[in-house]
Structure formats: structure tokens, C-alpha cells
């Protein structure tokens, strides 16, 4: 019976997320691109890349624990390697990229070289955050360096980075960063069909991370990450090295940042150092704690809301967002630790004690033996 | 090349200054406070302030009082945030980003956007020469600063019956407070005293350069990085690691340039705690974590 009534709550319980899915896809997919201006719905479509990079935040500190607060280097890798190869396609066979004309580089870099290749250049979108963050995390994990430390560590990281893109000006366009786009694989960048067409694109790439993401975290896969993040030593005892656990989630959700920038250079139309140091990479991190670091749904509600804040808060009243920004952590971090999800979840748990609570006998009766 | 060793060890003197205080709140209490920045700035716009009061002297009357101003912050902080997450060091760092926001956006409505300079004391005008290289004195007394106050600290720490109360409560919570201790208070006080650190490198940061509402920024990673690389709470650790950080950054700078300096430091770094992961002293205990 209780087994029985285990289950069932269960398939409740997957229904409903079944069901929450699909009716977020609706809106994003149907209702969203019907009812808002092509202006909105660009601002849409940033919002939901700096969703993906959040749902890798999510992944990596919310199952793993892992503090990560350099994803703006991934994301910025991500947004270079798509950056550059679009550049090279305005420039023409043998041209070179305005911005190096006008630093007075000659020849094109050979690092730029192979970017020709759209093949080349979306591969790396993907490879080259992966490769930076498994040699970081095989290098600090495998010395057993984590918590506090690797936050510093990774914070480090995206200060050393940003630093040396704005320094490089001849090979990274510097400060400004690249920008100046005219033709994004075959289509007009300016055209509203264009705009129509990468918010789908995002809206797909997002809805399929979500998917693996959470897949991954259903998996064994997945349980083994979250008895990492709550007891290194424990897992460690029972003969799994957490290392590698570790590593190849970190790679993931650097993938992940990586596709994000990726994404985001066609659909804004730049990038730039400014997107990528400390405080862009603690901002996002923090949108996924207000959001909820626990739930991978949380963080990408948390990377949307708080960019659509800052978007329409930051333009029109400046110093009162920042208050009103600072403030809010402070609120979140303190008073509900768990962020909207968990706020949400409390709220479920609530209506159902509720439920359980009123007078309808044989209800009552399966709940006590389902332990709660 | 001679003239990047005082270079070197002036940056050395400033990062060692702002890691100290984090040696106290990081490395005694395991609070990530991203606000230290901030109290580096208003540590250096206390001097600022101060102009008003004492013209050229201002630098030296706002040691004192820029301890006093950071550290009361701090206790400030930790009396009605801080207390409530020990042991919780990640959800420290994200509560005192949240402060750091907030106070850096109140130093510019207070003083304005635009940075400002600090008048440098007409006794430190003037360079030294030495050797073949030549310091000037605003450089040469930020190092002494930084090794007076690493004097006054040991001496703290090693010597007085509140630094060995400290001690004890890193070391074993329970048992100092089993032993008599009243750890809050000791926790108070430790507060007090790294933030007020904060504020005596802020004041000395204003001889390097003009200072504005994100002073502090710019500096707590590096500091942070010196605390990691010297040891958890080790005085010796953070002594070294500033200097070494200090030195390379330097170093490497004027072998190459400075946006690659930074990642020749972190790719140090990185190296370095593969063979002592904890740092280069490790504070021997038998716990697991």
C-alpha cells in the first residue's frame, strides 16, 4: 500500500512537471513571439542566454557545489569564438577585421586563422570552454581545493581574463570588444525576421539543456554529484573519486556558459570585456540564488527575472537599481536561502499539509503512511 | 630592470596591508567579505575627508581614524548580518557582495562619481636614492607601514592574552568556549580589528594613486588570491605569498605587459597549490576538512 501510494505521488509529481514544461513552451514558443514587438522580443531572447548560462550555474553549484564565479569567462570564450568567425565573414576572403585596420595590425593573426570555418568555430564554441574548465578543475579538484577556495580561485580567473582580452587590443578589439556585424550565416542581423529566427533558436537550445540537464541529474550520474556536494569525504570512502565527478560537471556547465555566448553575440550583436569580468560572473550567480540554486527550474527563472530587472530597472533609475539590487540579495540570502524555488516549494508543501488536514477520511489515511 | 624590484615590493607593501585584514575575517572566521574592498574605500576617503582638518598631515591623523571608521563598519556588519552565516562561508560572500553594492553606490551619491586625489604629505615628497635604483618616500612608507603593522599583528597575535584568546577560538570553538572564553566577543573583536585593517590600507592606497567609490574592487582579488596562496590564517603565509605576488606581477610586467602578467600570476598560482594545495603554511590539525 505504501509503496502503492509512493508511486502515485510520484507520477503526480512528474505529470505536473510534465506539464509545467509543456506549458512553458507554449508561452516561449507561441504566445511570447504573438504578443510582443520584435524589440521585446530581442530583449526576450538575451534574457533567456544569460538563462542557459544560469542553468550551468545551476548545474555546478546548485547539485554540485561547486561556487563558480568565472562563468563569464566561459560565456565570454563562447562569444569570441562566434564573434570572430562572424568578423572574418564581413571582412571577406584575405580581408582583415575593421578594428585590426585601425590598431594597425597588417596580417591577420594565425590564432584567428582556422575561425574561417563555421565548422571550426561553432566546434570551439563548445570545446574550448570544456577544455579550459577541465584542466582548471582536474588541476584544483584533483588537489582536493574547493569551497571557498575555488571560488576565489575562479574569481581570479575571469579578473585575470577580462584584464588580459582589454590589454590584447590588436587581437581581441579591446575595451569595445567585437561588434559591427552585417551578415550572420547568409541572414541581415537588422531584419526582423533575422531577430525572429534566433529567438526560436535560443528558445530550442534552452528547452534541450534544460532536458539534459536535468537527465543528468536524475541519473546515478546525478545522485552521485549531489552526495559529492553534501559529503566529498563520505563519497570518497565509498571508492568514487570526486574529482572526475566534479570536473565533468564543471566542463558541462562551462559548455554550457560557452553555447550561452555563443548565442548571444547574433541576438545582441556584440562582445564585449565589459559582459565578462567579476561582477557580470557574480551577478549571474547570484540571479541563480535568487531564483533558487536548487532547482534547475529556479536558476533559469532567476537568470531571466534578473536581467529583464536590471535591463528596465538599470536604464530608467540608475542608482536606486543598485540599491534596490544590493538590498535584494541581502533579503534573499538572509530571509529565504533556497530563493523563489524554494519560496515555491514551502508554499506546495504548505497547501498539501492543508489538504491532508482536512476532514476526508480515506485520503487521510494514505497520506500518514506516505513518510513525508 | 633594478627599478622594478621597489615597484615590486611598494605593490608587495599594499596588497600585503589589504590581505592582512582578511587574514582576520577570512582566514580566523571564515567569512568571504566582499565588503573589505569597501572599507578600503572608506578608509581612503576618510583621508580625504580629513584634508579639510589637517592639509598635508591628513595621510598620517587617518591611520588612526580610518581604523576606527572601518572597523566600526565591520563590527557594524557582523553584528547584524554576518553572525548569523558562520560556517556558511559561500552564502557570506553573497550577502557581503550585496553590501558592497550597496555601499559603493552610497559613496557616489556621497562624494560623486569622479575620482579624487589625496594630497601626499610634503615629508614623503622626494625620492630616495639607492643603489642604482631610486624609491620615492610615498613607496618607501607603505612598505614600512605594511611591516609595522605585520609587527604590530604578530605581537597581537603571539603575545597579548585577547591574540591567544583569538587563537584559541579558530582553533577549536567549542573548547575555547568550554575553557571560559566568550567567543562572540572574541568574534567581535577580530571583526573590528580586520576590518579596521582595511581602512589603514585604504589610506595608504591613497599615496598611489587618485581614489574613487570602486578603490576597493580593484584590489580585494588580488588580496583574496594572497590569503589562498599564504595559508588560511597564517600571518607568515600571507607575509610571503604578498611579496611574491608582488614581485612576479612586477616582474612579468616588464618582461611582457601587464594584461599578461595577470594571467602568468594565475597560472602560478594554479601551479603552485598543486604542490601545496592548502597553501604555503598549513595550520596542522587532525579534522577531516
Known sequence: ?372 | MIDQLPVGLSIAGALLLIALGLTFTFGQMGVINMAHGEFIMAGAYTAYLLQDLADDKAVFLALPVAFGVAGAMGLILERLAIRRFYGRPLDTLLLTWGVSLVLQQLARDLFGAPNVNVTAPGLLEGRLALGGMTIPYTRLFIMVLAVACVAAIWLYMNRSRQGRRMRAVMQNRELAACSGVVTERVDQLTFFIGSGLAGVAGVALTLIGPIGPSLGTNYIVDAFLVVVAGGLGRLRGAVLAALALGLLNSFVEFWTDASSAKVVVFVAIVAFLQVRPQGMFVLRSRALT
Not at chain 1, 590598431?103 to 570552454?129: D, K
Request: charged residues 10%; proline residues 5%; contains cysteine.
Open chain 1, 1 to 372: 500500500m505504501s509503496v502503492l501510494a509512493q508511486g502515485r505521488t510520484l507520477l503526480t509529481g512528474r505529470a505536473r512537471g510534465y506539464v509545467l514544461f509543456a506549458a512553458v513552451a507554449l508561452l516561449l514558443l507561441a504566445i511570447a513571439p504573438a504578443a510582443l514587438d520584435p524589440f521585446r522580443l530581442g530583449l526576450l531572447a538575451k534574457y533567456l542566454c544569460f538563462a542557459i548560462a544560469a542553468l550551468g550555474i545551476g548545474l555546478a553549484w546548485g547539485q554540485g557545489g561547486m561556487m563558480t564565479l568565472g562563468q563569464g569567462v566561459f560565456f565570454g570564450l563562447g562569444g569570441y569564438c562566434m564573434g570572430m568567425y562572424l568578423k572574418l565573414k564581413d571582412a571577406g576572403s584575405g580581408g582583415l577585421p575593421d578594428f585590426m585596420v585601425w590598431s594597425g595590425v597588417e596580417e591577420l593573426p594565425a590564432l584567428w586563422e582556422p575561425f574561417r570555418s563555421p565548422f571550426f568555430a561553432l566546434t570551439m564554441v563548445v570545446v574550448l570552454p570544456v577544455a579550459v574548465a577541465a584542466v582548471l578543475g582536474l588541476l584544483v579538484f584533483r588537489q582536493r581545493v574547493r569551497g571557498a577556495y575555488f571560488a576565489i580561485l575562479s574569481q581570479a580567473l575571469a579578473a585575470a581574463f577580462v584584464i588580459w582580452l582589454v590589454g590584447q587590443q590588436g587581437l581581441t578589439g579591446g575595451t569595445n570588444g567585437l561588434t559591427n556585424f552585417y551578415d550572420v550565416f547568409g541572414m541581415d542581423p537588422e531584419e526582423e525576421s533575422t531577430q525572429r529566427t534566433f529567438y526560436f533558436v535560443v528558445v530550442v537550445v534552452l528547452g534541450a539543456l534544460y532536458l539534459l540537464a536535468r537527465q543528468l541529474v536524475k541519473s546515478r550520474f546525478g545522485r552521485l554529484l549531489v552526495a559529492i556536494r553534501d559529503g566529498e569525504d563520505r563519497v570518497r570512502f565509498l571508492g568514487y573519486n570526486p574529482a572526475t565527478v566534479k570536473t565533468i560537471t564543471f566542463a558541462v556547465s562551462a559548455a554550457m556558459a560557452g553555447i550561452a555566448g555563443a548565442l548571444y553575440v547574433p541576438v545582441v550583436g556584440i562582445i564585449s570585456p565589459a559582459l565578462l569580468g567579476v561582477v557580470p560572473s557574480i551577478e549571474l550567480l547570484v540571479a541563480v540564488a535568487i531564483g533558487g540554486r536548487f532547482s534547475l527550474a529556479g536558476a533559469i527563472l532567476g537568470g531571466v527575472l534578473m536581467n529583464w530587472a536590471h535591463t528596465t530597472l538599470s536604464e530608467n533609475w540608475p542608482e536606486g537599481w543598485t540599491y534596490l539590487q544590493g538590498g535584494l540579495f541581502i533579503l534573499v540570502i538572509m530571509l529565504a536561502p533556497k530563493g523563489i524555488a524554494g519560496l515555491v516549494n514551502q508554499a506546495g508543501d504548505l497547501l498539501a499539509r492543508r489538504k491532508a488536514a482536512a476532514p476526508s477520511a480515506p485520503q487521510a489515511l494514505a497520506k500518514e503512511e506516505v513518510p513525508v
